[in-house]
């Protein structure tokens, strides 16, 4: 089981076929393969269990099995049951299933993922090459996209790439706002496990969260600096209870530094072949910003530091006041939100300010398909509000009511709203929505709750709450979807440690 979930966690980020043509359908076949194999295993290994010594099988009590359920694996069933009413519902059955008008999340790959879960959660142990897969694929994969982005063509992956399309595909996941949300997955737990775990492994955990910010800055994807983002907010956050933990937090702002700095370097030595940055990454890339953080590392470990030398324990207060300065944050955000976009729709704003402006051309045309997406829920039937119109079937439903629309006002047609939970909305209506909001909170809760059984249960916790801020941005996709269930699959692991 656990060299399965070997094989998944690095294969499956890497493999392809024909580099980037039909990457989409070879990471699905991958998946497919492999997660089916951690089913068929886990049914090998629930008979084995269930032969006593007269080799005879034990019958299953029904009774006893739900009340061994965890609310993690009723949420699940609950799901699955969700997405089979909203197929057997949907105008569309054959796409709705397979996915073939969409990423290939339909129906079947639902199932796969749920047997997936099954075989993960009652048979796999966190051991530690499962543990070491996350910086050495960060480390692989960061390391592909930089030497792409000055202009190498590694392992031929751009041969047959027209000019015009060659700074939209990276490393071995395609898409770099595909990229970039991997990174949003893996860079997470590589963070926590550096400043949380004070073993000696933890040096590579620090060495696969520089390759996640020499990652974000490859991806040039702002989703991406929005998932990193939340997730050095949330580290600090729990950082602020362990002196040893700050220091590390300090280094780590320092790791982004050096990545800042590196960077600028790139850019001299390939000014000619490096691809264009955007307006994020400059921002990052100027002086003043790279100061302003080498100092905030400095201070952060120089207070570490004195919190040791005096053998005290950080404030309390400090992560209060962390807690709200975040909460004020958040609400400033959205406060800006709301006087950009409904308060002063007309007026005119700056580069930066014009990211509050929640119009139809925000975020590449996102403001669109979430405006649309957000209208075909509230036209819909009863039916389609419960249950949607199917499992992955965005793309039928904007060629349906928005075609003409998409034609006249876009470049291309939207297959996804680009947002997961809106994705969710109208492809499997309220109740779907529901039971994987369940999943998602369900998973990072038990998480967390069992960091004393393993550290690594928090990164995990960490992980699945990065991606789910970072899929508000996000397109519904085979490439990184599975991720979120692999993580949800580790989290409910019945027994964490080999025995």
């Given at each position: 089981m656990n060299i399965l979930l070997f094989i998944m966690l690095t294969g499956f980020p890497l493999f392809t076929i024909n580099y980037y043509f039909s990457i989409t359908l070879a990471k699905y076949w991958f998946y497919s393969v492999v997660a089916l194999a951690i089913f068929f295993m886990g049914v090998y290994g629930t008979i084995c269990k269930s032969v006593d010594a007269n080799h005879h099988i034990v019958k299953p009590v029904f009774k006893i099995g739900l009340h061994a359920m965890s609310k993690l694996d009723i949420f699940v069933l609950l799901y699955v049951i969700a997405t089979t009413i909203s197929f057997l519902l949907s105008d569309w059955k054959l796409p709705s299933f397979t996915g073939s008008c969409g990423s290939y999340t339909g129906l079947l790959f639902i199932?796969?993922?749920?047997?997936?879960?099954?075989?993960?959660?009652?048979?796999?142990?966190?051991?530690?090459?499962?543990?070491y897969c996350f910086p050495i694929l960060l480390m692989i994969t960061g390391l592909m996209a930089m030497l792409q982005v000055c202009g190498f063509n590694v392992l031929h992956f751009s041969d047959g790439i027209i000019d015009s399309q060659r700074q939209i595909f990276i490393s071995t996941l395609g898409n770099i706002n595909v990229f970039g949300m991997f990174v949003c997955i893996y860079m997470p737990i590589c963070i926590y496990m550096f400043c949380k775990s004070h073993e000696k492994y933890s040096v590579l955990y620090g060495v696969g969260t520089f390759f996640g910010f020499i990652g974000l800055l490859a991806s040039n994807s702002d989703g991406c600096y929005l998932g990193i983002g939340a997730c050095m907010i949330a580290m600090l956050i729990l950082v602020l209870s362990d002196a040893k933990a700050i220091f590390k937090y300090g280094i780590s702002i320092a790791l982004f530094v050096v990545s800042l700095l590196l960077w600028n370097l790139i850019k001299g030595l390939f000014k000619e072949k490096m691809w264009s940055q955007n307006a994020t990454n400059t921002f990052f890339m100027s002086f003043n910003v790279i100061l302003i953080l080498s100092v905030v590392a400095i201070v952060i470990i120089v207070f570490s530091v004195f919190l040791q030398k005096q053998s005290k324990m950080p404030p309390k207060i400090l992560k209060s006041f962390v807690i709200v300065a975040v909460g004020v944050f958040l609400?400033?955000?959205?406060?800006?939100?709301?006087?950009?976009?409904?308060?002063?729709?007309t007026k005119e704003l700056n580069n930066f300010l014009q990211y509050f402006r929640l119009d139809n051309s925000w975020g590449s045309n996102r403001g669109y398909a979430w405006h649309w997406a957000?209208?075909?829920?509230?036209?819909g039937s009863l039916k389609m509000k419960l249950f949607g119109s199917g499992p992955d079937t965005a793309y039928l439903m904007?060629?349906?009511?928005?075609k003409n629309e998409m034609e006249v006002n876009l470049p291309y047609y939207f297959k996804?709203?680009?947002?997961?939970?809106?994705?969710?909305?109208v492809t499997v209506g309220?109740?779907?929505?529901?039971?994987?909001?369940?999943?998602?909170?369900?998973a990072v809760w038990k998480s967390f709750s069992r960091r004393k059984e393993d550290e690594f249960f928090g990164a995990i916790a960490l992980g699945i709450l990065i991606y789910s801020i970072a899929s508000f941005v996000n397109i519904s996709q085979i490439i990184t979807m599975p991720y979120i269930f692999i993580l949800i699959s580790l989290a409910g692991i019945k027994s964490a440690k080999i025995k």
């Open positions: 199932f796969i993922t749920a047997g997936m879960y099954y075989g993960i959660t009652r048979h796999a142990k966190l051991t530690n090459w499962i543990k609400i400033s955000i959205v406060s800006l939100c709301v006087w950009a976009t409904w308060i002063e729709p957000i209208l075909m829920f509230i036209n904007y060629l349906s009511n928005y996804s709203p680009h947002n997961e939970y809106l994705n969710y909305l309220l109740v779907g929505l529901f039971a994987y909001m369940a999943i998602v909170i369900s």
